[in-house]
């Protein structure tokens, strides 16, 4: 089944970002920690809400926030009032306030503005995790270029650290606050010195922030409607937690530690959930304090043969990496449906919170946990890259500045590692971002934009990019920004508008009606969508299923499914269960549609150290017979039939009404995208599948292949196909 490494492209917040601010990258964090994230980040309006819902239909609403008393406006103030992460303050009227994320605000200076980029303050609250001021004071002054000396000083009647001036990519003034088992972070981007009327702007925005700073009470986080017995099924979370690896499953609602070495910083779960691969940090020997080395291990899932793959001397070598270096890994990822890993490191402090991110990788390494073979995968030349494997593992693709290329696993790891550039035909510029495979791993889909219109309006077009290397085709050019696919290959979604007024939609657009079914690249903010099922508009307390053909993100035909706390991130293991952690404080929970929630973990790791997948039984089909239509038919043309396949269920998951048989290829003869099964079919028993077709208007030969797919929208088994012929 298909692993989901849990939200693997959420990046952790960048304090730079924060502050100079030059971008608000996504990602609840403990400190800034790494670039700006490559993948599109939703553009709210000021205010962002969830679209109105009738009914709360899975969690009780907390109790209501006690009363507290904020400071009241003076002229030339607003008031910034935010109840769900319990604090107030004022700040100047000529600044405006922006709400990326669940967990945190900035304030920018003026319109135009996009996110937080030009932001002149950003406020970010999170879970303390248990450890104190000084703790985190102690960390922060490590880690960043601290000037000057840090200092204490007290705000809302609280202890407080000031940190008059932090480097990163831009010099920021950082006060860190710890309130009812939060972290606050305030954070100020600092003045031209030379500018006195750049001097006295910074100073009238930070004494009106600290002077008027008030703490608000939050509400406990609501209690979880359970799942009974019988509703629970089979899938299994993986996720490190204080240094170890703890495997939860639903069918026992239990959690189990099977490595307890204390330091592992990172999991991967294969897509048969069998194998765990992690990443084990150790302090060096040579590097003295505070610097660490890596190494990659596996385990089998029950906690069996642990066994190391590259050992932080091997790690050292291949980074070029000095005694006195310290070395992490960014990326850790299981090529589909195999038993081999992606992993790419870098010399740098193993900042807590950092991921496996495409962008800016320049080496990738592969190797097969079975024969320990592998290949260091040097990507090409050109800017930015992104990544991704291919659903049925045999291929790489690297999209750059300069277009796309394809690497071959099996060749790599028998010793040719040959990027072959795509057959060409895309034009205007990069970076071409890598957004879908095609189920059936013949290309891959890219977007790149064309000309940009102003007012952070630009026309992209999406190209689909054939493996065999014959030139691509544009799909769909749209103004727009942030665009993300359907799984079914029916819509692309895009961010317009971000004028006067920061006012912005995220619009729909059809794709072409043979696209088929695509295997994309996760984007967890704005909007997501369940395996094979409906679109959700994700706000920060609740998501909102739309309707069938919503032209808008606005548009819900059902009362939106309420958490009850803020939701940090979100991710579908199938049709009705998901995982999803909250913000403050952080709790790991596992939910269903139908309105229960299991929490599995108090104060989680980051998204980097969870893994899941969504069954652990195994799917297989294989063909049985042509029922109807054999192969080379003639029919008249618009001519309707039914085209119908025999298979067999020869894995050991009984198929129920939640598989679907799903186009997949080729001339889809105005079939349905996807269908139901419709009926119960245990392991070892034959279904008939049928289709509706109708034969084209022109002459010809015409073939279109369909697949099975299982509740967590993974292929599986044989693709059966039909053949016809037109007169």
């Known amino acids: 089944m298909q692993r989901n490494q849990f939200l693997k492209y959420i990046l952790p917040i960048n304090s730079v970002l924060l502050l100079a601010l030059a971008a608000c990258g996504p990602g609840p964090a403990p400190l800034p920690t790494v670039p700006p994230s490559p993948m599109p980040t939703v553009l709210p309006s000021p205010s962002p809400t969830v679209p109105p819902s009738p009914t709360a239909t ?13 400071p009241e406006p003076a002229e030339g103030t607003q008031l910034l009032r935010n109840e769900a992460l319990g604090y107030c303050l004022l700040f100047p009227a000529d600044y405006i306030r ?34 104190s001021l000084s703790q985190w004071a102690d960390e922060y002054a490590a880690r960043y270029g601290i000037i000057d000396e840090p200092s204490s000083q007290t705000i809302a009647g609280e202890e407080a650290i000031l940190f008059p001036e932090v480097v990163w990519q831009a010099s920021v003034r950082v006060v860190l606050l710890l309130h009812d088992a939060r972290l606050y972070m305030l954070a100020f981007g600092l003045p031209d010195a030379a500018d006195p009327a750049s001097v006295e702007r910074f100073d009238r925005l930070y004494n009106t922030v600290i002077e008027s700073f008030t703490f608000l009470p939050v509400p406990p986080p609501p209690q979880l409607a359970e799942a009974g017995e019988g509703a629970r099924g089979s899938a299994v979370v993986v996720y490190a937690k ?3 690896i703890i495997v939860w499953d639903e069918t026992t609602g239990e959690s189990q530690v099977i490595i307890d070495s204390g330091d592992v910083i990172q999991v991967a779960l294969s897509d048969d959930g069998q194998l765990v691969a992690f990443v084990r940090t150790l302090p060096s020997e040579a590097g003295g304090s505070g610097h660490q080395e890596s190494a990659v291990w596996v385990v089998e899932r029950n906690g069996d043969d642990p066994r190391q793959l590259v050992s932080t001397d091997e790690l050292r070598a291949r980074l070029g990496a000095s005694l006195t270096d310290s070395t992490s890994i960014l990326c850790l990822e299981w090529i589909p449906n195999s038993h081999r890993l992606l992993y790419s490191g870098s010399i740098s402090p193993p900042f807590e919170g950092e991921r496996c991110y495409p962008v800016g990788t320049k080496v990738l390494y592969l190797v097969d946990v079975e024969t320990l073979a592998g290949a260091e995968l040097v990507l090409p030349e050109g800017g930015e890259e992104t990544f991704s494997p291919s659903p049925d593992g045999e291929y790489i693709a690297v999209g750059t500045q300069r277009g796309v290329s394809f690497v071959s696993v099996d060749d790599s790891l028998s010793g040719e590692v040959v990027f072959t550039p ?24 890219v977007t790149g934009s064309l000309v940009n219109e102003g007012n952070f309006t630009t026309r992209f077009t999406i190209w689909r990019v054939p493996v065999d290397g014959t030139p691509a085709q544009p799909l769909i050019t749209f103004r727009g920004d942030r665009d993300q696919l359907a799984p079914d290959g029916s819509v692309v979604a895009f961010v317009r508008g971000t004028g006067p007024g920061g006012v912005s939609e995220r619009f729909f657009a059809p794709l072409p009606e043979d696209l088929g079914p695509l295997a994309v690249i996760p984007d967890p903010f704005g909007l997501s969508w369940s395996p094979g099922g409906p679109a959700y508009n994700l706000g920060w307390e609740a998501m909102s299923p739309l309707c069938p053909y919503a032209a808008q993100a606005v548009e819900a035909c059902e009362p939106a499914i309420a958490f009850g706390e803020r939701v940090g991130s979100l991710e579908w293991l199938d049709r009705n269960r998901f995982l999803y952690v909250t913000v403050v404080p952080r709790r790991l929970i596992f939910g269903w549609l139908d309105g229960s929630a299991t929490l599995i973990a108090d104060d989680p790791p980051d998204p980097l150290s969870l893994a899941a997948v969504a069954s652990t039984c195994r799917d297989d089909a294989e063909f049985v017979s042509d029922v109807t239509v054999p192969d080379g038919t003639p029919f008249a043309p618009n001519t309707f039939f039914q085209k119908t396949w025999r298979v067999r269920n020869t894995g050991d998951c009984a198929w129920d009404d939640s598989y679907r048989l799903t186009y997949l290829s080729g001339d889809r003869l105005s079939g349905p995208r996807s269908a139901p099964l419709g009926e119960m079919v245990e392991p070892g028993e034959e279904v008939d599948l049928s289709v509706t077709l109708i034969a084209p208007e022109s002459a010809g030969t015409y073939q279109g292949q369909w697949q099975l797919f299982a509740p967590d929208g993974t292929p599986f088994g044989t693709a059966p196909y039909v053949v016809i012929q037109v007169p």
């Open 58 to 70: 899975v969690l009780p609403s907390p109790a209501p926030t006690a009363e507290a008393t904020c």
């Open 98 to 131: 922006v709400d990326p994320l669940p967990y945190e605000v900035c304030l920018v200076p003026g319109e135009p503005y996009l996110l937080c980029h030009s932001a002149a303050a950003f406020f970010n609250v999170e879970d303390a995790a248990g450890r």
């Open 242 to 244: 204080d240094g170890d």
């Open 422 to 445: 795509s057959g060409g035909g895309m034009s205007g510029r990069g970076p071409f971002t890598l957004r879908a495979w095609t189920q059936d791993s013949r290309a891959v889909l």
